[in-house]
């Protein structure tokens, strides 16, 4: 394969890929097919640069490959239990990797099918992994014991200028402080959203920060490392790593006095049929795609978006050589310094409409389609052909983590987000997980978090915003009118859950993501948001196999409890005897005559089976014939069986 | 009668409530207020309402029988498939619960319903009885459903979340709702969630008991549910495979042994994955009959403990609460009170061993 999808690597703005070391180029295998890529690539963005843009096919449409959404891999010689996230595992020379397929659902093909068709289908290469309603394949880590033990005063999830912040103000203070950052370097996603006047420049706010952490304690940051769990003071991260020159995965337990989430915000979906065909991208993910490692799909872009950090986007994109044919934004007439660039730079603009649908050309291109974003009717309006739709959406805070620290959640209504309400004990939400949006803000909250839990005097945190005259807020998340019911899915989020608002019987987990759509699409109401995250969004321990086995409890009583008063106040233990021979079953109903089959009518009801080999049975009876030569009858399955009471065993007091 | 008062306030979210609620207003021409929990459906299940159960009492299989008809009738009014129909398989692995089974498919039996023992290969030792043509309701589309019948009956619906409520002494109810409030002469706190919310532990009878719970959404098991409704009586789980989508789980009992219970009814070889799951608290009563009754030192009516088949029983509670109960549904009721009165015992039913 060809690096068809990378910018040079003197791209403007960094876009050449920060990350990469383009002196060291490697080759690896994916699924049978070479990959070609640099180090400091991750398997994913090498394969993204290498034209590999779907991960697969879900309800007979190809499944767009992206940071949010892609395979496992691991060696192709060793077992499923190494397996390691594509955009956390990087990319080695000579590495032979496969990628897993999702769980296996009943209507899936078997394995040794997909063999047969990867090799003799007509559809090549690597990811032909067909998906079901459910998730992808289960995250081995998620069950892994723990192979290293750490301890820190202060752990901070997320390298982000917030977490980076409450570092700082920890290490001031002598602690020591764990950073785990799941993405290759700190940072976050500083770049993306910039810099207000009056603020400093992301990278001299990044140096400022990491200078800031030389304190009198100790900070240590993992990054390619995500925590996925917190409860009982401890924090739990897979981290990914390089031993002997292969990847390796490695799970950490941290033992933690307090800890701050500063897992930031991920971007929602806009909801349109197509949304997550190959082609169709986020904003974020596409900026920081070409900055860390210089990806960018295709060569014709179109941009659509609800606010205005994508107008920034389109420039540097522009300036990187990239043919930006249209910026369609869903507010009607915005402003924004942004907004004046781009025009500036000659880029097409449109305002007031969104995208309606998107399906594949046959020149493996995407037709998007447009309508007016204010018009409830939503008829076409105009559409594009083009490479690659990046999709802009609202922004939602990362909040996995509160959820599990036991942290409730509202909907707040300005912000068309989910966002983090109430305390929990040790641990803080900051910066844009906890809804603030200025760097100053940001920067601000994740120091006096740090400074509270540690037990000092937290300054008070405001945000810093520029006034709406000047920068238009962002529009709700777009929800096209022809989302269900058509061709062509529209999901509600980007990753594995593959929702697509069909309704509460949706198999598998709903993201925080899906939960937003949902309130946006009014399929949830506002007072569910709480329980419905806290109950379909949390990580589980899956049910395992159990052998488990009710053990016998001792009961003397032959009587039990739920016949209690049924045959009058004094019913007798009796033993009958069958003239036919026939053994009694217990629940069987005895009648004075055989023609009653009224239940409340019946005078008795057998309580025991009689011995093997024998006949009759032993019954609870009011007032049973003095002699046996009266026959009383036994009713069951349909047939009445005479007996005769050949014993009286008693009373049972009942 | 003015706006913002009402005969009774109905509180709960559960069918059994929500069913309630429209008999006492359509039926009984009540004013009724319900405050009950917004129904998206996307909460995890606490609960199946189906119109059968391992009964053991041949006046409570009665009563059951007409109530249910008369509810499937109602609903069936409102809108075609509201009720459903389902096979329920109920699962005894312990010699007692055996018994029991058999105690009532002969009262099932002579009742006209089709209950017939199968066998299981998986569980050899186990007595497993199958129930045909069972009516069935699924909660979460109960609301939406019964919107417009329900407004038109006059019922005032409430979101709990948005809805302060306190009980008096009296049995009556005030609501403050958005700042505006309401009064109800008869509060009725019907099921879980109302009991969990609105009722301190020291108001309970002493015949309801708390257990742990959870409710559980689980991925579709390689082997689907061989059963569309499967009840293990003595391992507490219930199961309700919901199509393709996966399968419904209540569990109740020690939170210890939760996990290996629910376990230990699917066939897995592998681990099942959980799309998701809620910890709730269930109320039941030791001597398996439910419990209908006031709360301690008040009279405020408490509904519990009706398992399975509580929401087809509303008709006959409807009735009851009206004063208008025919005689052998007061005779019903009577004896499934307070357990301060001692013919409680003459009401116990089938109920599982404690895990």
């Known amino acids: 394969m060809t690096q068809v999808n990378r910018l040079a690597a003197d791209a403007a703005h960094g876009f050449g890929g920060t990350l990469l070391r383009r002196d060291r180029p490697l080759r690896f295998r994916l699924d049978g097919e070479w990959v070609e890529g640099f180090d400091g690539d991750t398997v994913l963005s090498a394969a993204l640069a290498n034209g590999i843009v779907s991960a697969g096919r879900h309800e007979g449409h190809p499944l767009a490959l992206t940071a949010e959404f892609a395979p496992l891999v691991r060696q192709r010689t060793d077992d499923d239990s190494t397996a390691l996230p594509a955009g956390r595992a990087p990319a080695l020379d000579g590495a032979d990797l496969v990628s897993l397929p999702p769980d296996r659902s009943t209507t899936d093909v078997p394995g040794w099918l997909s063999a047969l068709k990867r090799r003799f289908g007509r559809q090549r290469g690597p990811m032909l992994h067909r998906f079901g309603d459910t998730a992808s394949a289960s995250a081995p880590w998620l069950a892994a014991t723990p192979s290293e033990t750490l301890t820190a005063d202060l752990v901070v999830v997320g390298a982000g200028i917030a977490g980076l912040a409450a570092a700082g103000a920890a290490a001031a203070l002598g602690k020591r402080v764990i950073v785990l950052e799941r993405r290759q370097t700190p940072g976050g996603l500083l770049h993306y959203f910039g810099s207000i006047e009056g603020e400093d420049g992301p990278d001299t706010l990044l140096q400022t920060l990491i200078k800031g952490l030389e304190g009198r304690g100790s900070v240590r940051i993992e990054t390619s490392t995500e925590a996925f769990r917190i409860g009982g003071g401890k924090v739990v991260a897979h981290r990914v790593g390089t031993t002997n020159g292969r990847a390796a995965g490695q799970v950490l337990e941290i033992e933690a006095g307090a800890v701050v989430i500063a897992t930031g915000s991920s971007e929602r979906l806009p909801i349109f049929p197509g949304n997550r065909l190959p082609g169709v991208v986020g904003a974020i993910s596409t900026f920081m795609g070409a900055l860390d490692h210089g990806v960018w799909l295709g060569r014709r872009t179109t941009v659509a978006t609800p606010n205005s950090h994508a107008y920034r986007l389109a420039i540097y994109a522009a300036d990187a050589g990239q043919s930006m044919q249209r910026i369609v934004d869903a507010r009607l007439a915005p402003h924004s310094r942004f907004i004046d660039f781009c025009k500036a730079s000659g880029i097409t603009l449109a305002s007031g409409l969104m995208v309606s649908e998107v399906t594949s050309t046959k020149d493996a291109g995407l037709q998007v389609a447009f309508t007016a974003s204010s018009s409830a009717a939503q008829q076409p309006a105009s559409s594009i052909a083009t490479d690659t739709l990046v999709a802009a959406g609202n922004f939602q805070p990362e909040l996995g983590l509160w959820v599990a620290a036991g942290g409730e959640v509202v909907w707040a209504a300005t912000d068309h987000a989910i966002v983090p309400v109430g305390g929990r004990d040790g641990v803080r939400v900051v910066g844009a997980a906890a809804g603030w949006r200025s760097n100053t803000a940001v920067i601000a909250s994740g120091r006096a978090a740090a400074l509270e839990l540690l037990g000092k005097t937290a300054p008070s945190v405001s945000e810093r915003l520029v006034p709406i005259q000047f920068e238009t807020p962002d529009a709700p998340a777009s929800i096209s009118a022809n989302r269900s019911g058509g061709r062509i899915i529209a999901y509600f989020d980007r990753g594995a859950t593959l929702f697509a608002g069909s309704g509460p019987g949706h198999a598998g987990p709903l993201s925080l993501g899906d939960i937003a759509a949902a309130v946006a699409a009014d399929l949830i109401p506002v007072s569910e948001v709480n329980a419905i995250v806290r109950e379909r969004t949390a990580e589980m321990p899956e049910l395992a196999p159990s052998t488990w086995a009710p053990a016998p409890v001792a009961n003397d009583d032959v009587v039990p409890p739920y016949l209690a008063g049924r045959f009058g106040p004094k019913p007798l233990l009796c033993k009958l005897a069958a003239p036919d021979a026939k053994p009694f079953s217990p629940g069987s109903l005895i009648f004075r005559t055989h023609e009653v089959s009224d239940a409340s009518s019946a005078i008795g009801v057998i309580v025991a089976a009689p011995p093997p080999g024998e006949s009759g049975g032993i019954a609870l009876v009011a007032d049973p014939p003095e002699t046996p030569e009266v026959l009383i009858f036994v009713k069951e399955t349909g047939s009445a069986s005479p007996a005769r009471v050949v014993e009286r065993r008693g009373t049972t007091g009942n | ?355």
């Open chain 2, 1 to 355: 009668m003015a706006d913002n008062a009402y005969d009774f306030a109905v509180l709960g979210s559960s069918a059994q409530a929500v069913i309630l609620a429209a008999f006492l207003a359509s039926q009984q021409r009540r004013s009724v207020v319900l405050v009950a929990e917004a129904a998206s459906g996307f909460r995890i299940r606490r609960a199946f309402d189906l119109g059968m159960a391992p009964l053991t009492r041949p006046e409570t299989m009665s009563l059951l029988r007409r109530s249910s008809s008369e509810t499937v009738s109602a609903l069936d009014a409102v809108a075609k498939g509201l009720v459903g129909r389902t096979t329920a398989h109920f699962v005894a692995d312990l010699p007692t619960s055996r018994d029991g089974l058999m105690h009532f498919r002969q009262l099932a039996r002579l009742s006209g319903i089709q209950a017939d023992v199968v066998g299981d290969r998986a569980l050899p030792a186990a007595g497993v009885l199958r129930v045909r043509d069972v009516p069935v309701i699924d909660a979460r589309t109960l609301l939406p459903a019964l919107a417009a019948m329900m407004a038109g009956a006059g019922v005032r619906r409430l979101d709990a979340a948005e809805t302060a409520v306190s009980l008096k002494r009296d049995g009556s109810a005030r609501l403050t709702h958005k700042g505006l409030a309401a009064e109800a002469r008869q509060a009725i706190v019907v099921g879980d969630d109302a009991i969990a919310t609105y009722l301190s532990p020291e108001a309970l009878d002493r015949s309801l008991v708390a257990l742990p719970a959870s409710g559980q959404f689980l991925a579709p098991a390689k082997v689907p549910l061989a059963d569309p409704f499967v009840s293990y009586l003595d391992r507490g789980a219930t199961l309700v495979a919901e199509g393709r989508a996966g399968i419904h789980a209540v569990v109740t009992g020690s939170t210890d042994t939760q996990d290996q219970r629910l376990g230990s009814t699917l066939r897995l070889d592998a681990p099942l994955r959980r799309a998701g799951a809620a910890q709730f608290t269930s109320y039941a009563t030791m001597d398996g009959a439910p419990y209908v009754g006031p709360v301690k030192g008040g009279r405020a009516l408490v509904i519990a403990g009706f398992g399975l088949y509580g929401a087809f029983m509303a008709p006959a509670l409807a009735r009851m609460i009206c004063g208008v109960a025919s005689t052998d549904e007061s005779a019903w009721f009577a004896v499934r009170g307070s357990s301060r009165s001692a013919t409680r015992a003459l009401a116990a039913e089938f109920t599982r061993a404690a895990a």
